[in-house]
């Protein structure tokens, strides 16, 4: 089955601690995304990657790290987490161009205390 | 840069009634556009895309959407409401061209709730 998987689903941390949340594809996507999801906010793209090694920052990449060394895989990595990014992480992938449906994961539901 | 506005953060609506759900962008290069609906507690999944062509687009669900490029707006439409369309609906924009491609802007997303 075609599907974008995100581990884990709920995470509670305390700030400071280094976390990643895991994001694999098995669709043979180049392309990779991480947004985040906030109440009257919509979603706002943190990182996206065109193809494995590369990627480029979205709207909101601060305190935010990722990387692509395999093309199924982008891990997301917050290296020391802030009550600011208690959100709803999700992650999606499409062929290559924005012309592509994007097909998104469950998402990933983060509380930072 | 691109930006969009969904113009309302909640639409009630009564079942078998019609339901549109307004949405404007702003964009200084030729864009492309999206809506996405999200059931609750999942992921978003696509309902329809404009890239080119035709103005009016059909997409899943019996959902529509018509580009206007004069009012730089993308509304969404659908005839006859079903209690299952109750969700959150977000209209996206993309450059078509320019270093800016992979950068999907997303609105703050309309609530729609059906009531029988």
């Known amino acids: 089955e075609a599907q974008v998987t995100q581990n884990p689903r709920y995470l509670i941390t305390v700030t400071g601690k280094k976390l990643t949340v895991t994001c694999s594809q098995n669709?043979?996507?180049?392309?990779m995304s991480w947004y985040r999801q906030d109440p009257g906010l919509g979603l706002r793209q943190i990182y996206y990657?065109?193809?494995?090694?590369?990627?480029d920052k979205g709207d909101v990449p601060e305190g935010y790290k990722v990387s692509r060394k395999e093309k199924r895989n982008f891990p997301l990595i917050l290296e020391s987490p802030s009550p600011n990014q208690t959100s709803l992480y999700f992650c999606?992938?499409?062929?290559?161009?924005?012309?592509?449906?994007?097909?998104f994961g469950p998402g990933t539901r983060l509380l930072v205390l | 840069a691109q930006s969009v506005t969904q113009l309302d953060s909640q639409v009630p609506v009564f079942e078998e009634a019609p339901v549109e759900l307004r949405c404007n962008y702003s964009s200084s290069v030729s864009v492309y556009l999206f809506w996405y609906v999200q059931y609750p507690n999942q992921g978003l999944q696509l309902l329809l895309k404009?890239?080119?062509?035709?103005?009016l687009v059909k997409g899943i669900n019996g959902f529509e959407a018509e580009f206007n490029k004069s009012q730089t707006s993308f509304h969404l439409r659908k005839p006859s409401v079903h209690i299952s369309d109750t969700a959150e609906y977000f209209c996206a924009v993309s450059a078509s061209r320019g270093g800016s491609q992979g950068n999907l802007i997303f609105g703050k997303g309309t609530k729609l709730s059906v009531k029988p």
């Open positions: 990657s065109m193809n494995v090694e590369v990627t």
């Open positions: 404009y890239l080119s062509g035709s103005t």
């Open positions: 999606a992938s499409s062929y290559l161009g924005m012309t592509e449906t994007q097909y």
């Open positions: 669709m043979n996507h180049e392309y």
